[in-house]
């Protein structure tokens, strides 16, 4: 929306960086890792409680995409809320309850009690998903912000690495090494929630909602004096489906729908189920094969944070996709041994590992403050209807069709998310929150009148308009 900067001095993106944006961006990684350590576990936990839950194909599918689905109905109602009501109260409890539901996974007995339980929990990892992208997109100065995004992107690879190695820890204590396995995954979220008590709300998004002041106070308390914060001429409620499809917006709406369930259907299908595919696949030590996998997964993370504001996003983006279809070609070529098979398939994790930092990046720079939240929701729960049918289907078409088959479809997937990003993703590297959407008359008029709007004071725009 139109805006012009409250108070004159150093623009709030432009600001130093603080101890507050690296407290802030802890809090956020702490829960991503959480993310990660639930989203992860799940795989190895359901092939060890197989035999003792009698899973069949269909349920291990259900089991391994139930997260899934609750991701896909966290995400579309919480965009909403949190564009409406603010980011910092999910921001600051989803954490609780996600460690209360993940205690509650030892005590399930049968199949359908965990599937809720994960179903439940999916909700919650979905709410965080939006608000922690959202709160920490607009709290970091704007030459930070990839960076501070990506490290994010970096604790969620480390969280799904960590539980693979957890799992393989605890893997031989007995037929309840699988509810060992998910009572741990209380742990992160617990020690996170404490992090997150002194995190305040989005000054930006109470700009929007026309509270001036206590954003300044916010401002003021965190960041010091003299910073100058962009005010909307135009008050919106934020939180409008109806509009991410508009003309204006449904071009980026459906390309962050369209590149984020591309990235992660291949990452989770693969990733959950990883043991069971590198069996197919003939692989001698499948678990050290998964170990490879891991921890080229976070060399992947790693690298993506050091090149994502050193190379256009649009470049990043395109470039990743066709890279990891070609490393996954490869796999179903079926000429290659087993250490080729480990190594291609840790390169594919070392690329789809380096392109999810965009996951955490891109999607809130595609959209405007009123309705970023309501934006990253709505590509995060297109994401995870792919992903979760995808992590559904992967064991019953490797039973019945052939992993070779399995993998070819994802390469597929990868192709079509390279095409669709290069016809029509924006660039949006170098962009200023307080730009998007800001192309009105009244604004192009005041900018006219008093420069950039970092120089506009607006209590002076008042004063002369009066």
Request: glycine share 10%; aromatic share 10%; with cysteine.
């Amino acid at each position: 929306m139109s805006e012009v900067q409250v108070g004159l001095g150093i623009r709030f993106e432009d600001v130093p960086l603080r101890r507050f944006h690296l407290r802030a961006g802890f809090s956020a990684c702490g829960g991503q890792f959480a993310d990660g350590f639930e989203l992860g576990i799940i795989g190895i936990a359901v092939a060890i409680a197989a035999t003792r839950l009698h899973l069949s194909a269909t349920w291990m599918g259900l089991l391994g995409a139930g997260a899934l689905a609750g991701l896909f109905f966290g995400n579309l109602l919480t965009g909403v809320i949190a564009d409406r009501y603010g980011r910092r109260w999910i921001f600051g409890y989803d954490m609780l309850v996600a460690a209360a539901i993940s205690g509650a996974q030892y005590f399930a007995s049968e199949p359908w009690q965990l599937l809720m339980l994960r179903f439940m929990l999916g909700m919650v990892l979905g709410a965080d998903y939006v608000v922690s992208k959202s709160l920490v997109t607009e709290l970091s100065p704007i030459r930070f912000r990839g960076r501070l995004l990506s490290v994010m992107a970096i604790a969620w690879a480390a969280g799904f690495s960590f539980s693979y190695v957890a799992g393989f820890l605890l893997r031989d204590l007995g037929p309840d090494a699988w509810r060992y396995m998910l009572l741990l995954s209380a742990g992160p979220a617990i020690c996170i929630f404490l992090f997150r008590l002194g995190i305040p709300e989005s000054p930006l998004w109470l700009m929007k909602r026309g509270r001036i002041e206590e954003a300044k106070r916010i401002v003021s308390a965190k960041l010091g004096q003299g910073i100058a914060l962009p005010e909307p001429l135009v008050q919106v409620s934020g939180g409008e489906w109806a509009e991410l499809f508009s003309k204006k917006w449904r071009t980026n709406t459906t390309v962050g729908a369209i590149f984020y369930a591309c990235q992660v259907i291949p990452y989770f299908a693969l990733g959950t189920f990883l043991p069971k595919i590198l069996e197919s696949l003939h692989v001698t030590d499948k678990y050290t094969g998964g170990l490879v996998y891991n921890v080229f997964l976070m060399l992947g993370a790693v690298l993506g944070m050091m090149v994502i504001d050193k190379m256009p996003r649009r470049l990043f983006l395109v470039g990743t996709f066709y890279l990891a279809a070609a490393l996954l070609a490869l796999l179903t070529l079926n000429a290659l041994g087993s250490v080729g098979i480990v190594l291609v398939f840790g390169l594919f994790a070392l690329v789809l590992s380096a392109a999810a930092n965009l996951e955490f990046i891109y999607p809130p720079e595609l959209f405007p403050t009123h309705l970023r939240a309501s934006g990253v929701g709505l590509a995060v729960a297109a994401s995870r209807i792919g992903s979760a049918m995808s992590t559904f289907l992967l064991p019953i078409i490797v039973q019945a069709y052939g992993v070779q088959v399995a993998l070819g479809a994802c390469v597929v997937v990868t192709l079509v998310g390279g095409v669709i990003c290069q016809l029509y993703a924006p660039e949006t590297g170098k962009l200023s929150l307080g730009s998007i959407g800001d192309d009105e008359p009244m604004a192009r008029a005041l900018r006219s009148r008093y420069g950039e709007p970092a120089t506009v004071d607006i209590n002076e725009h008042a004063t002369r308009s009066t």
